[in-house]
Each structure stands twice: as C-alpha cells, then as structure tokens.
C-alpha cells in the first residue's frame, strides 16, 4: 500500500465536505478543517499546509483521496505548528493511515515552515482510536483540560511532539 500526500484544491472541497457530511466523528471531534479555510474555499496562507491523503493499494491503480491532513500556525514566528487529521473515507480507519500520514506530513513541514521545533494537538478523551495513533507517531500527553459546547462538557488532552 503506498500513501501520498498531494496538495489540496478548490475541485476537492465537494468530496471533502461528503465526508464531514457522512462521518459520525462529530463525538470524538470539532474540527474538520483548517482554520485557514471559508465554505467558499481554501485561503492560501504561508501559516498552513493541508494536503490530501492518497492511498494506492495495487501497483497498477491509480490513487484515490481517503482523507487530509493539515498543519497551521496561529503566527508564523510560532515554533509550533497544529495538527489536525482527517481519514474521511471509513474503509481505511484503523489501518495505521494516520501514523504514515503523520510521518509524511512531519517531512513535508520541515521544508515547509521555519523554525518549526514541535507538533501540538488537541483530541478528545473519547476518541481512543486516535489517541492511539498519536502515541505510536510520537506525541505525549501534556495535559487534559476541559470545555463546555453545546451545554456538554469535553474532555481532551493536549498533545506534543518534538521533530
């Protein structure tokens, strides 16, 4: 199985919004997109790099989009970059996707951002599959916090990774 991770465009928006609109991870997360996007479209911006997830599993198909991965900072002089992750297509959670992707991605930043020393995230308690994922790519548990949406509390941790 090969994985890419290919730029994303304004033409991939409406496959990426029949993901958010089909997933059923709206308990386990709040995000689905940079902050460096609007509905219309993506925002070009040097603070963030997002990019589809390609996945190949013969030697003789063509690739096919089964999620995204993006990494943001809030200011470019930030030493740290946000990660966020979205495997869109059900089919191919759980396959150890997201670890490569994190991998990939965390090559990609270095050539992408200056002075980037970390990774941080935030995930939910309740999204264990996740957690796990972000345990196996490096990342610790720096603390757990909580917020209140929609009348419900959240429990999540905060997260971090050297590179």
């Known amino acids: 199985m090969k994985i890419d991770l290919i730029k994303i465009y304004n033409t991939d928006l409406d496959l990426y919004?029949?993901?958010?609109?089909?997933?059923?991870t709206e308990h386990v997360m709040s995000r689905f997109y940079p902050k460096h996007f609007i509905d219309t479209g993506i925002i070009e911006s040097d603070g963030c790099l997002w990019v589809k997830i390609e996945i190949n599993e013969q030697p003789d198909q063509s690739t096919i989009p089964i999620g995204s991965i993006w990494l943001e900072k809030i200011d470019k002089c930030d030493s740290f970059a946000t990660l966020g992750i979205l495997i869109g297509d059900k089919e191919f959670r759980g396959k150890g996707i997201g670890k490569i992707a994190i991998e990939k991605m965390i090559l990609q930043a270095k050539d992408y951002f200056s002075n980037l020393t970390h990774i941080k995230l935030n995930v939910r308690e309740s999204n264990k599959?996740?957690?796990?994922c972000y345990l196996k790519s490096g990342f610790q548990i720096e603390s757990k916090n909580e917020k209140v949406k929609d009348n419900h509390t959240i429990t999540y941790y905060e997260m971090t990774r050297k590179i």
């Open 129 to 132: 599959a996740a957690i796990a």
């Open 17 to 24: 919004k029949s993901w958010v609109r089909t997933l059923e």
